[in-house]
């Protein structure tokens, strides 16, 4: 089956950094993908992971074991407006173009 | 970031009614995916669309369900005959062309069944 876990809530502070983890088992793997999802919004794309390993884009940061079927979002430098849910999404197979399979993502509340 | 528009933004429905929902990818792009997200739960891959055929489609997309690019730059999502548990955003994605083919979402359409 196809299965993606990641922590239901968490908590920062303003200027903090926080680490979502997000675990996957899934029956084929073409790459993961972290999305933001305000409330009430569409998700908007943040990083994509194919490779072991580390892939940084300005205060967001995703790693990738695909030996151990991990990954997190750190997130550096905490901004009131990064208050949202964060979603892990894995690639299932069938080439580049595959459907995502998503988590049901971690709401993270940002306080002052 | 690829631009994906979505109309209406809030449909209503009875239930049994038949509703369309469209897509209007403002750039050419190959694949495109119609996901679904009930309140408060995941979202959920539907269909996608590759080439003007279905590509790949979920358990959800039972044969209430049809996906139509009439137009060839419209994209529509069709449910024959509505039910309350079809109420859910229904999302728009279009896949970018490169290394990673990242899905690029729509602002979505609120379904609403009564």
């Known amino acids: 089956g196809q299965n993606i876990d990641q922590p239901t809530e968490m908590t920062a502070t303003e200027g903090a950094i926080v680490q979502i983890n997000c675990t996957y088992q899934t029956s084929g793997f073409n790459g993961l993908f972290w999305y933001q999802q305000h409330a009430g919004e569409a998700p908007t794309f943040l990083s994509y992971n194919v490779l072991d390993g580390l892939e940084e884009k300005g205060r967001f940061s995703s790693f990738l074991s695909r030996s151990k079927g991990y990954s997190y979002l750190l997130l550096k430098e905490l901004q009131m407006k990064d208050s949202a849910s964060y979603l892990c999404?894995?690639?299932?197979?069938?080439?580049?173009?595959?459907?995502?399979?998503f988590g049901k993502g971690t709401k993270l509340s940002v306080k002052p | 970031e690829p631009e994906v528009t979505q109309t209406p933004s809030h449909q209503v429905t009875q239930m049994g009614q038949e509703v369309i929902l469209r897509c209007v990818p403002i750039s050419n792009h190959l694949y495109f995916y119609w996901y679904r997200q009930i309140l408060g739960q995941k979202v959920e891959f539907l269909v996608s669309?590759?080439?003007?055929?279905?590509?790949?489609k979920s358990e959800i997309f039972d044969d209430q369900f049809s996906v139509e690019r009439p137009d060839g730059s419209n994209f529509t999502l069709k449910i024959r005959s509505t039910k309350l548990e079809d109420s859910a955003m229904y999302f728009c994605a279009k896949a970018l062309a490169g290394s990673s083919y990242e899905q690029y979402f729509g602002p979505g359409t609120r379904l609403t069944v009564t």
């Open positions: 669309f590759y080439n003007n055929e279905i590509s790949e």
């Open positions: 999404a894995v690639r299932d197979a069938g080439g580049s173009q595959g459907n995502l399979i």
